[in-house]
Nanobody
Framework: QVQLVESGGGLVQAGGSLRLSCAAS????????MGWFRQAPGREREFVAG????????TYADSVKGRFTISRDNAKKIIFLHMNSLKPEDTAVYYC?????????????????WGQGTQVTVSS
């Protein structure tokens, strides 16, 4: 069983930066591919970024590529989402997710564990 707790959300002006964190429980953290998703009001939850269990492979949604960076520290059982050049359209609740597969994935269906979400609001 894996529990995920996000932190680091908040209000930021357009062009600013935030770093989201996701702390995980569980003894085999490095066996899980991890990801970040987001959901804006009235919209479907969408993939943002993913990272493989070992941290070698990453993938990003086109909308955030070049602005966001996902990383992980397996020793501390934590993943990060560094968000730069934020835009108002990045406003959403951001969710950390854990897969039972060590590989990186963009597919929501492979993610079994979910955090409670953290709000990110970007003002124009």
């Amino acid at each position: 069983q894996v529990q995920l707790v996000e932190s680091g959300g908040g209000l930021v002006q357009a062009g600013g930066s935030l770093r989201l964190s996701c702390a995980a429980s569980g003894r085999t953290f490095s066996s899980y591919g991890m990801g970040w998703f987001r959901q804006a009001p009235g919209r479907e939850r969408e993939f943002v970024a993913g990272i493989s269990g070992g941290g070698v492979s990453t993938t990003y949604a086109d909308s955030v590529k070049g602005r966001f960076t996902i990383s992980r520290d397996n020793a501390k059982k934590i993943i990060f989402l560094h968000m730069n050049s934020l835009k108002p359209e990045d406003t959403a609740v951001y969710y950390c997710a854990g897969s039972t597969n060590v590989l990186v994935s963009r597919t929501r269906e492979v993610y079994y564990y979910w955090g409670q979400g953290t709000q990110v609001t970007v003002s124009s």
